[in-house]
């Protein structure tokens, strides 16, 4: 079960002040949210031996960690874990950016009843492709278009995330 809003809010605030059922619905709640966005950012192939999955990992771990510290200031807690998701993708495509080579021994043995080979490259050139055109819209337009399409927020969630309001997130987000 997820939660969302003032109910969100409601639960961080006890998770804040130790409750550990209330820690466990945040962590079951923002997780999915963080894997759809740092996938949506990063595509599903490891570069430079992260993938986006190990950064959603991190993401969570980081706003977990951070949770003892965080003070409501008038954004939903969704606001601070995307602070934190887009910083934690944007380290991950610096660290690959350096990385450019990652050495094996041996090529790992790559079993998957999911898609034949010529299916994974098109997928990964669709992503590819996607992150080319998403790369060419201002920041903000871009981030709302993940938040929005892939994430699946609202464009009141959205907005709050980002620092906008609802209308310019619904009309930013249908490419305008």
Known sequence: MTIQGERLDAVVADAVAGDRDALR???????????RYCRARLGTAERGGLSADDVAQEVCLAAITALP?????GRPFLAFVYGIAAHKVADAHRAASRDLAYP???????????ADPEQLALEAESVTRMNE???VLPDQQREIIIMRVVVGLS??????AVGSTPGRSEWLSTGR
């Open 25 to 35: 619905e945040v962590l079951e709640t923002i997780r999915p949210i963080v894997v």
């Open 69 to 73: 510290r965080y003070r409501d200031q």
């Open 104 to 114: 094996a021994d041996e090529l790992p043995e790559r079993h998957s009843d999911d």
């Open 133 to 135: 055109l998403l790369e």
């Open 155 to 160: 464009a009141e969630e959205t907005a709050t």
